[in-house]
């Protein structure tokens, strides 16, 4: 695709300038952050109106804008399992049965969660799971969005990456979550506009004029089997379907980007609505990109190689809103990726580096980011496609976590080595997989291979056994007890307590 060179300055100099208000933002951010819990949840301030914009603005990125669009255009809408409708599916369940009981619990971090109900062991191993799972997720944003300026302004892949690594690492530096929510806010509000824009406008021209045909077009010269959502052809392909939407649904329950916006709400009722709404938001906007990726076989039919998104825009769109959408585009991006890094950064500073007699807590949350924004850099030159990445971030807090969390707030627990057991069990039967290349649970003949039994639910569900089938012998001859005194606290007192 050819860029006309008026346009090329034209984007360059309205993505500078866009650049220097976010920096802005963050400047004026950082007069927000006195101590560790504005860095790490903006001082447990955030009205409903900033809670569900910048739980939208952290997972609506590449992954739903760019790369759950390209697969639906090559293999139709079974490929949004994942992202949209999984993702959008977490931000509901999450609303409905989890942000209440963890906001009540005044944490700063998931691990803090797993401290409190069985032990500091649970803690430390939670953490190790919790880090490297957002590696491969900021890594698929930093490649995406160095596609988009090597599409655009021919900027080699090499220094595209290093490019948007520097820019967003940057200011998520300066204000932590006061910052991200702040820029999170103009994003969300820039990348939600442009998608109504680009959407009108393709199924306007589509439709010659009018957008009900347009759209009648879309759903009458598309394949019917690119509208299956669920394949129901065959066993394993359900099977394998339900897999994947559950690593979405599922997986992303115990991270702590999600629960650090939870934790940085102003009310219970605050943190539960905000999931909500942005569970309904997501689903409804998700759905336009893939929509525009059907159209987008209609109206070209031979180019399958260019992202499509950008591709429509710089087709149908006058160039100055074309330059528009593309910086709502990096907006998108932009805002996944600040937020990603400080989640993991959070859980080191916290749960981490204390271990190792560090106390300088904002100091510490700094550094962290640098290391998480610099291990991702490394993972994003390791060539993996944008999709994997995203599936194997999702995955391994699902088969890790997601059980021992349930669990937790659930039940009163009574054994912190069977969260530990369970941890550990599923982490190690995906790491076994992920090592060997094996895509589905056993594949070496027989019944299982005939099954093709995905990984994250095979994982998950031997987590689980393995959890109760220790937790049930150690109740019977012990009786339930908390991991610790502190569990036996009012979340209101832990809140006086630390104030």
């Known amino acids: 695709m050819e860029i006309e060179s008026s346009l090329k300055w034209l984007l360059a100099v309205t993505m500078v300038l866009y650049l220097i208000v976010m920096y802005v933002i963050g400047v004026i951010a950082q007069r927000k952050v006195h101590n560790a819990e504005d860095f790490l949840v903006a001082g447990r301030k955030l009205p409903l109106s900033f809670a569900w914009m910048t739980l939208l603005a952290t997972w609506f990125g590449a992954g739903t804008m760019l790369t759950a669009a390209d697969e639906v255009r090559s293999e139709g809408l079974t490929r949004g399992a994942l992202d949209p409708f999984g993702a959008g599916f977490c931000l509901l369940i999450a609303g409905l049965f989890v942000a209440g009981p963890m906001w009540r619990m005044q944490l700063l971090t998931v691990p803090d969660f797993f401290r409190r109900k069985f032990g500091s062991s649970a803690e430390l191993i939670s953490s190790l799971i919790l880090v490297p799972s957002y590696f491969g997720w900021i890594a698929a944003q930093f490649t995406a969005l160095a596609e988009v300026l090597q599409l655009f302004f021919g900027i080699p892949l090499f220094w595209g990456i290093l490019i948007v690594a520097i820019v967003g690492t940057g200011y998520t530096l300066m204000g932590g979550m006061w910052s991200v929510t702040l820029t999170d806010a103009v994003q969300i509000s820039l990348v939600l506009l442009g998608l109504l824009v680009l959407g009108g406008v393709v199924l306007f021209e589509l439709g010659s004029g009018n957008m009900l045909v347009g759209i009648t077009r879309v759903r009458e010269e598309t394949d019917p089997g690119m509208w299956t959502i669920i394949p129901t052809d065959s ?28 934790f940085a709400a102003n009310s219970e009722r605050t943190a539960k609505w905000a999931c909500l709404v942005a569970g309904v938001l997501y689903l409804l906007f998700g759905a336009i990109p893939l929509l525009l990726a059907l159209a987008g076989n209609i109206l070209f039919p031979e180019d399958m190689e260019t992202k499509i998104l950008p591709a429509l825009a710089h087709a149908f769109l006058h160039p100055v809103v074309a330059v528009i959408f593309l910086v709502a585009l990096l907006s998108a991006i932009l805002s996944t990726i600040d937020s990603a890094i400080l989640s993991p950064a959070s859980v080191m500073a916290q749960n981490i580096f204390p271990r190792f007699g560090w106390s300088d807590t904002l100091r510490s949350n700094r550094i962290a980011i640098l290391m998480v924004a610099i291990c991702s850099l490394v993972l994003s030159y390791a060539g993996e496609s944008a999709y994997a990445l995203l599936e194997e971030a999702y995955l ?104």
């Open 396 to 499: 391994l807090t699902m088969v890790g976590l997601f059980v021992p969390l349930i669990v937790g707030l659930y039940t009163r627990p009574c054994s912190p080595t069977a969260a530990i057991v369970s941890m550990l069990v599923g982490t190690c039967i995906w790491a076994v997989h992920f090592a060997l290349g094996w895509e589905t649970f056993l594949p070496v003949g027989g019944f299982m291979q005939a099954m093709e039994l995905p990984i994250s639910l095979t994982a998950t569900a031997a987590a689980a056994i393995a959890y109760f089938c220790i937790q049930w012998p150690w109740q019977t001859q012990f009786g339930p007890a908390p991991a610790e005194a502190e569990e036996e606290l009012p979340a209101t007192d832990l809140a006086d307590e630390r104030g």
């Open 235 to 262: 066993f394993p392909s359900l099977v394998g379907w339900i897999g994947v939407f559950a690593i979405g649904a599922l997986g992303n329950l115990p991270g702590q980007d999600l629960m650090q916006r939870v």
